[in-house]
């Protein structure tokens, strides 16, 4: 079997051709559980809540290494100046819909000021994970600037933020979750073309991203009720 520094002419655009499907499906894993909300039943956990991140962190260590090395070379060889930062932005942008369709009172899972607590705690636990396994362990980026690589800030964010907006509207039309995940998975990509991470990088912030905010949405009715017996005292 062929790797992928094996190509033929053309080998440029099949490389990146294998990149943005491998972001597809890394969007599809992350909305294949559209149609599968937990209940709001305090801590009520299904399958496919943990099915999507549990396969993107698999993927990542599968992709560890050689896999991840040649796709990014091929990438970094057919575009050796791209560079863009509209990842640092989009990052934010499902997060920025989800919240400016509950402000202009469009009935989401919760009322704005819920889904504001929601965001923050979703963000803070997902960046908490994120930056603690950059500092244990320790991998060089693809550009070599330092040994934050692993895993992924920007797409642990994007796909906390999808997940939120997916949460929230992913009942009320199957666009918002495509679109949330399409936009994340748009920021993984960017990430590989600037040159800043390797493809497992995206691929376990990604898993990151959807684990954190999935605990936060299924423990949050417990977190409710914990301040209100708090309050009552």
């Keep these: ?5 094996d190509t033929a002419p053309g080998g440029h655009s099949t490389s990146l051709g ?5 972001l597809l499906c890394l969007m599809l894993l992350g909305g294949g559980h559209a149609q599968a ?7 009520v956990v299904k399958p ?12 990542s260590l599968v992709v560890q290494g050689k896999i991840s090395r040649q796709l990014n070379d091929r990438v970094y060889d057919a575009h050796p100046s791209f560079h863009t930062k509209a990842d640092d932005y989009l990052v934010w942008a499902p997060g920025v819909v989800s919240l400016g369709l ?10 704005l ?3 504001v607590v929601l965001a923050i705690l979703s963000n803070v636990i997902a960046q908490a994970a994120t930056q603690s396994l950059k500092r244990l362990v320790d991998k060089q980026r693809p550009n070599g600037k330092d040994y934050q690589s692993f895993p992924s800030g920007h797409s642990a964010t994007a796909f906390t933020n999808a997940q939120l907006l997916h949460e929230e509207y992913g009942q009320r039309s199957v666009l918002y979750s495509i679109g949330g995940y399409g936009t994340a998975s748009a920021v993984g990509a960017l990430r590989i073309m600037n040159h800043e991470h390797w493809l497992s990088d995206v691929l376990m912030g990604a898993g990151i991203g959807i684990a954190a905010t999935k605990v936060v949405y ?3 009715p417990w977190l409710k009720m914990k301040v209100k017996q708090i309050r009552k005292k």
């Design 48 to 59: 496919m809540d943990a099915i999507p991140p549990a396969t993107l962190a698999m993927a």
């Design 1 to 5: 079997m062929k790797s992928l520094m």
């Design 218 to 220: 299924i423990s949050y």
């Design 102 to 111: 509950a402000a202009a009172g469009v009935k989401g899972k919760h009322d």
């Design 18 to 22: 294998l990149l943005w499907s491998l």
């Design 113 to 115: 000021g819920d889904q």
């Design 37 to 43: 909300q937990a209940d709001s039943t305090l801590w």
